[in-house]
Structures are given as C-alpha cells and as structure tokens.
C-alpha cells in the first residue's frame, strides 16, 4: 500500500478508536463499542476529520487518490476488521 494511504487509514482511525471507546464506555459494553468501530464510528470519524484536516484531501487528491476511494477503502478495512473480531468472539 501506498505511504500515503497509510496515513490517511490511521488519521482517520484515530478518530474512529477515540469515538468507538467512548461509545462502549458509555454504553457499559465493548461488544457496543466494536459495533460502533465498524458502522457509526466511522461516520462521526469522518466529519471529524473533515472539521479538522479537510485541506489534507488536496494532498492525496494530488497523489491520485480520491476522497471516495479513500472513504471506502478505510471504510471495507475497518468493516472487515470488526467482522473478524466479532467471528472470533461470538
């Protein structure tokens, strides 16, 4: 994968772990929080880091990267991520 994706997957994620972890913390389960990783998590994630880092997306724009690309690469990775963690604890 590209250095640049990398970046941007763990950006976002950063914001979606944070989100994720006080929505299981407020709801008193984990299994909430995983849940959240995976679907609403990364909605908020997203207007976060348009609130916050929205010029960095002329950057990969430049690179040949568009914002729909990256949205739903980030997106399947973390769907496919929470599947598998819940296949292993359910």
Same mark, same amino acid.
């Given at each position: 994968?590209?250095?640049?994706?990398?970046?941007?997957?763990?950006?976002?994620?950063?914001?979606?772990?944070?989100?994720?972890?006080?929505?299981?913390?407020?709801?008193? +389960?984990?299994?909430? @929080?995983?849940?959240? =990783?995976? !679907?609403?998590?990364?909605? %908020?994630?997203?207007?976060?880091?348009?609130?916050?880092?929205?010029?960095?997306?002329?950057?990969?724009?430049?690179?040949?990267?568009?914002?729909?690309?990256?949205? +739903?690469?980030?997106? @399947?990775?973390?769907? =496919?991520? !929470?599947?598998?963690?819940? %296949?292993?604890?359910?």
């Amino acid at each position: 994968m590209h250095k640049a994706f990398l970046k941007y997957y763990f950006d976002l994620t950063r914001y979606n772990a944070g989100i994720s972890i006080l929505v299981g913390l407020v709801s008193q +389960s984990p299994l909430i @929080g995983l849940i959240a =990783f995976g !679907t609403v998590g990364m909605v %908020a994630a997203l207007v976060c880091y348009k609130s916050f880092q929205n010029n960095q997306y002329y950057f990969y724009h430049n690179l040949g990267f568009s914002k729909a690309r990256l949205i +739903s690469v980030v997106w @399947g990775v973390n769907l =496919f991520m !929470t599947t598998l963690i819940l %296949a292993m604890v359910l």
